[in-house]
C-alpha cells in the first residue's frame, strides 16, 4: 500500500489469527482505484462510525428488473473511484458446485468489467459481483449470458433458489434438492427476473432436517427433506460404537429432547412414535442409524431477518408433501403468491402477511386445511369463541 493512504482502524482488522478482507482489499488496491476508494471510504466509516453508502434505486439491465443492486458513494468527490459500486447477483449452480474452468471464467469476466471483487454466496444465495460502474453493467450481462450464466434474483421478486449439497454428497437428503431448484429456477423466470411481488420471497431447501440452508430462519418458503416412517437402525454398527468406548448414553440418549431412546444391552432402542426429527442421534451415530425410507419435504413459510420487522422462524404450513415430482408443490407455491399479491401491502413479507392477518385467515384464503402441526403453541385466552360451520346436507 502506498504511504498515501492510511488505514489504522482497519488494520486492526489484519490482527489475529484468522484472514482478513482487508488483506486482500490491500493486495488488489494498487491495481484497482476502485478498491482503493474503497477502502478509503470504509476508513472513514469507522472512524465516523456512520455509513456513505446510499441505495441507487433503479438501475439494472435492459429487459430484467432484478439481479442488480445500485449503489453510490455519497462522498463521490472525496472516494470518485465508488461513485458507482453497483452489485451483480450471478445465479450459482445447484448447490454451489463449480469447476476450476467456470470459476475462472467468471473471475475473467469480472476483472474485465468491475472490481475484481466477489462474494460466495450471499444470504440468497448468488454468486455476488461487488462493486462496478453503470456502463459495464450491459457489458457484463453480455458476456455472463454468451457463456451460459445468469442473472439472479433482486428486488420485489422471487430471489435466486438456493439449496443443500443433496444427495450429490449427503447420505441424509431426503429428496432431490438439486433437481427441484433447478426445476424451480427455470419455471419461474419472469418471477425471478422481473419484480412483481409485494417484496422479496426466497426459497431455499435443505434435504434433511439438519437444515444446512437454514431454510427455517432466512426463506419465505423453506422446503426441508423429512421422513414419515421409522429411523433405519443397523445394530451391530451400533454394537461397534459401543464397543469402541464411546459413551452413547451421555452423547446420544440423554441429549435426545423427547427422551424417546434407549440402549437394552447392546441392542438401540427409539419410540419413533415421540420422534421429532431433530437428527441427532443420526448425526452422532451416522454408521449405524440412517432416516427412513418414505422420504418427502416439511414446507414452512414466513421465516426472515428482522429488517422491516422482528425475525421470524417458518411456520409449518405441510408436515410431508412426497417430491417424487413437483406440481403438488408448485400448486401450493402459486396459491400462496395470489393470495400474498391480492391481499399483502407493500414491503410486507409473506411471514408478516400471515401474522397481520391471521393463520387461520391465510390457510383458508390459499385453500389448506388446518392441522395441529400448525399451531406454535396452545391458546391462553378461554374466551375466544369460533363462528361455527355446517355443512348444508
Known sequence: MSDELKTPLLDELEKGPWPSFVSDLKKMAPK?????????????????????????????????GGGVI???????EEFPGVSHFHTVRVNQPSGWFYTADALNELMDIWDAHGSGLLNMHGSTGDLVFLG???????????????????LGG???DMRTPSCCVGPARCQNACYDTLALTYDLTHKYQDELHRPMFN?????????????????????????????KDDIQVDQAAFAEYLDSGMNVQEYVVEKCPTKCISIEGKEFKIDNSDCVKCMHCINMLPKALRVGKERGAAIVLGGKAPIVEGALFGSMMIPFMKMDDFEELYDLIERIWEFWDEHGKNRERIGEFVERIGLAAFIEGIGLEPIPQMVIQPRDNPYIFYEEYYEEE
Open 154 to 156: 433482486s428486488g420485489s
Open 132 to 150: 462496478t460502474v453503470t456502463d459495464e453493467l450491459e457489458p457484463t450481462f453480455r458476456e455472463l449470458t454468451a457463456r451460459d450464466w445468469d
Open 70 to 76: 445500485g449503489r453510490y458513494s455519497a462522498l463521490p
Open 32 to 64: 484497482k482505484p476502485m478498491v482503493r476508494d474503497l477502502l478509503g471510504q470504509l476508513e472513514k466509516s469507522y472512524r465516523d462510525k456512520r455509513g456513505y453508502w446510499k441505495h441507487g434505486g433503479l438501475v439494472g439491465i435492459m429487459g430484467y
Open 199 to 227: 417484496y422479496k420471497f426466497k426459497i431455499k431447501m435443505s434435504g434433511c432436517p439438519n437444515d444446512c440452508t437454514a431454510a427455517i430462519a432466512r426463506s419465505d418458503l423453506g422446503i426441508i427433506g423429512i421422513w
